[in-house]
């Protein structure tokens, strides 16, 4: 990832309004987001969660859009998370409390008003209420994403306090950030459910290591730290390295196949999810749908040379 040295002009780009237009205008960057995006509209997404749980695999929906800049557009993203919940909560997957449950949304705060001038705070937290409450009677999770380093102190402390009322509920730590480690041993404690994924923001030296060796070691030390405590990890990476070092922790941990699991990126080492299921083991998807692609998009087109090179070539030869 952190080798690519395109990443910082991608990731900048990624925040960039003139070259949104022009890519997202670009009719051929469509048939490449297919890829990674599993559609515009909320049908279908739940068509693709469909053929994914029908492969024994899980899922966790991501209604896409970040850049909230209104209370109307946060209600907007709330009205569309309680009209997924409702679509999920008629799947046979639909789980009561205790157990693990095979269906999850995952939702970013800034799309539910976290970065509004005023009381972004208290109107993100009174919106992932909502969404808790009606995910509660779901029988569907959610795990609020992890989001640049400015926003994790937010983040994490919104996540405590609705965990006071909804224990399920997951957060997500990033190892390339200096602190991940500690905040995994604060947040591993029994019932937590933490996501542990590397990181995808352009981060500062200051607060995130920026070496690909130290982002792994990084991550490393942080599973152990999961794996030895009393929650449910969630290990999100396609690194064959990370893959291998997960299973023999989990033994060396006492843990059996249910008690953590594997996710990855819809459209990323499909084969490798499909091997991981057949062994038995939980893999859950991670599953984006809607219009607002242009950030996530641009966030995979970072992390891997192959990815941007395959976009290049067919945007040159249509
Ligand atoms: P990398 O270091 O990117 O890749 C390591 C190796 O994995 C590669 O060398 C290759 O062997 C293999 N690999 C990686 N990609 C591919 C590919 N496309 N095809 C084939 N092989 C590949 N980030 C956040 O900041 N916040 C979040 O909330 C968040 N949620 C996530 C949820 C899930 C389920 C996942 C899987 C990732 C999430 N991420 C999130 C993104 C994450 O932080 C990384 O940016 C991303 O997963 C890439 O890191 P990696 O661990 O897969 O390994």
Known sequence: VFENPLRPAILAAARSTTLK???????????????FIAGETRAAALTAARAILDTGRLISIDHLGEDTTDEAQAGAAVAEYLALLSDLAALPEAREPGGVRPLEVSVKLSALGQALPVDGREIALANARTLCAAAERSGVWITVDAEDH?????????????RADYPWLGAVLQSYLRRAETDCRALAGPDSRIRLCKGAYREPDLVAFQAKADVDASYLRCLRVLMEGGGYPMVASHDPAIIAETDSMASGTGRDAADFEHQMLYGIRDGEQLRLAGLGAQMRVYLPYGGQWYGYFMRRLAERPANLGFFVRSVFTR
């Not at 022009?22 to 890829?35: E, L």
């Not at 400015?150 to 609705?162: A, F, G, K, Q, W």
């Open 21 to 35: 237009a022009a890519i997202t205008r670009a009719p051929v960057t469509r048939s490449i987001v297919k890829r």
């Open 150 to 162: 400015t926003t994790t102190d937010s983040t994490l402390s919104i996540v405590r306090e609705l």
